[in-house]
């Protein structure tokens, strides 16, 4: 069982966009609106591939409800605490190439009780054969360690925990050892201090620097290189395939799905490894944050080579 959380879900409007100019007028092109934040967009594309999950955290007001609606849609079945306000709306514009420019709104403030309330309904799901998908950014209210917080409560029950998150929340949650971590380059060296991109090899020896805190399975996807996956047993990396960008939108989040997926079936690691990188090759090709057809991911998965390399 897969249960996702989004603690700042949005609607996602995605734009084209020729060329932005900054303090001017701007036209908009291609414009897509869909459910969003990183736990829903793990949901989304753990459904696109055949699985079935529930997406807990928080919701307000009539955008909440929209989400809600079109969550069920989609199949995937909608458990969040509801809170005062209005979730928030994002704006993301897409250049030609694919190039991102992001506009996210705040969100709603959440109170300690409705952090109480989430945390209780987690660890009501929390059992050996789950895995939690903490993914995204927080809101007003919410507590730099609260992932921290939500690892500990469900793992005391045997339950495996997937983290996608960046700056003070990936740091304090890595205190509680998350079984699976899926940093960017960007975030990973931004955890360990560096202020420039990491090399490959600078991303193996600083992903094994987060197996030996405790993480089980480190991904670090590494945008148009491809993606490297360590363990304590091995290391792989796997370069990008060649396919029309579209949108960058949400494809880190693919990736995530693609590995949660495939642990969830029980697949081997290398199996888990393939599948996220043609799910997340497959996401690019995409409008907005769409996960991509199941068809295919599956075509991508037989042109993904995956190399063991030396830490």
Known sequence: MIITVTINPAIDKTAGIETIHPRALNRL??????????????????????????????????????????????GITPDFIWVSGET???????????????????????????????????VSYATPGTIFVLAGSGCPGVPEDIYRQLILAVKARGSR????????????????CPDVV????????????????????????????????????????????????????????????????RSTVGAGDTMAAAVCYGLDQGKPLEACFRL??????GAVTTEGTKPPDRA???????QVTLTPVGV
């Not at 295919?296 to 037989?302: D, G, K, N, T, Y």
């Open 182 to 245: 899926k940093p960017n380059s960007f975030e990973l060296a931004q955890y360990f201090g560096l202020e420039r991109e990491p090399s490959r090899q600078e991303i193996l020896t600083l992903g094994r620097r987060l197996l030996e805190k405790g993480v089980g399975l480190v991904c670090v996807s590494m945008g148009g290189e491809g993606a490297c996956f360590l363990t304590r047993e091995g290391a792989w990396f796997a370069p990008s395939l060649p396919v029309e960008v």
């Open 29 to 74: 092109t291609r414009v897509e609106k869909d459910v969003g934040g990183k736990g829903i967009n793990v949901s989304k594309a753990v459904a696109a591939l055949g699985g079935s999950s529930t997406a807990c955290g928080f919701l307000a007001g009539s955008t909440g409800r929209l989400i809600e609606e079109l969550l069920r849609e989609k």
């Open 296 to 302: 295919l991911v599956s075509q991508l998965e037989a």
């Open 276 to 281: 996220a990188l043609a799910a997340s090759a």
């Open 88 to 122: 928030r709306t994002n704006l993301k514009l897409v250049e030609p190439g694919g190039h991102l420019t992001e506009f996210n709104e705040q969100g709603p403030t959440v109170t300690e009780k409705e952090l109480e309330a989430l945390r209780d309904k987690l």
């Open 161 to 176: 925990v997937f983290l996608d998150a960046d700056g003070p929340l990936f740091a304090r949650a890595i205190e509680a």
